[in-house]
């Protein structure tokens, strides 16, 4: 489902149902040695994806533990990003050689709870996903919240820098599946404008987003 809407230069591995426990390396181990086993399960599902897609492209199994900012540490020369959320989970690799960043986030196709989007959106972008929508989703705010996310996640591993949700302004695009994305704090040539993708189905909101050179806009 996610690889429909991905960069040609992409590989992913998604699961559905329910997140079951797998090998884990010991570093892993040590990050999850006091979770519930729910957060035990997912943390190990989705590096089961991840090991998956990077030997389907050649690459030998390796740990993958999360940075400072959360994002995994991904092998030399290689991209990536997980997600995961109830009945699903994901990630995607590229070669760095094709790709500089990519961020990927599923969400429940459902509305955010109550009073989360005024915290999350910009009121320019609520009045662009209310009016202007060539999105046919019903779920707008939730696509607004994951699309942030996705950006987050392309963003990071180029910055090492924190974003807010309100440091983001997105867009969507005259493609009903598109959207554009400006990082609106200082920040590296192409680091500040991202593209992205999304979809839905089986309940889900998937999105994609990658760094694009300005002149792409």
């Not at 086993?37 to 389907?56: D, K």
């Not at 996903?129 to 699309?147: K, T, Y």
């Not at 997105?170 to 192409?190: C, E, I, N, Y």
């Amino acid at each position: 489902m996610i690889e429909t809407i991905l960069p040609a230069a992409a590989h992913a591995v998604e699961e559905f149902g329910d997140a079951r426990a797998g090998p884990l390396f010991p570093d892993e181990e040590a990050v999850v040695a006091n979770a519930v086993p729910q957060r035990r399960n997912e943390f190990s599902a989705v590096r089961r994806c991840a090991r998956r897609a990077l030997a389907e492209r050649g690459h030998p199994p390796v740990a993958l533990l999360p940075g400072p900012g959360g994002a995994p540490a991904w092998p030399e020369g290689i991209v990536g990003s997980m997600t995961h959320c109830a009945g699903y989970r994901a990630a995607v690799i590229a070669d760095r050689a094709h790709l500089s960043s990519i961020g990927i986030d599923a969400e429940p196709d459902e509305p955010l709870p109550r009073d989360v989007l005024r915290i999350v959106a910009r009121p320019d972008e609520i009045e662009r996903f209310r009016a202007g929508i060539p999105v046919p989703s019903r779920n707008w705010d939730r696509l607004l919240f994951s699309a942030k996310e996705a950006v987050y996640k392309a963003w990071y591993p180029l910055t090492g820098r924190w974003l807010d949700f309100t440091d983001v302004s997105v867009t969507p695009t005259s493609d009903p599946r598109g959207f554009t994305a400006d990082v609106l704090v200082p920040a590296p040539g192409r680091a500040r404008l991202f593209g992205g993708t999304w979809t839905t189905g089986d309940g889900l909101i998937l999105t994609a987003s990658v760094p694009v050179a300005p002149h792409r806009r």
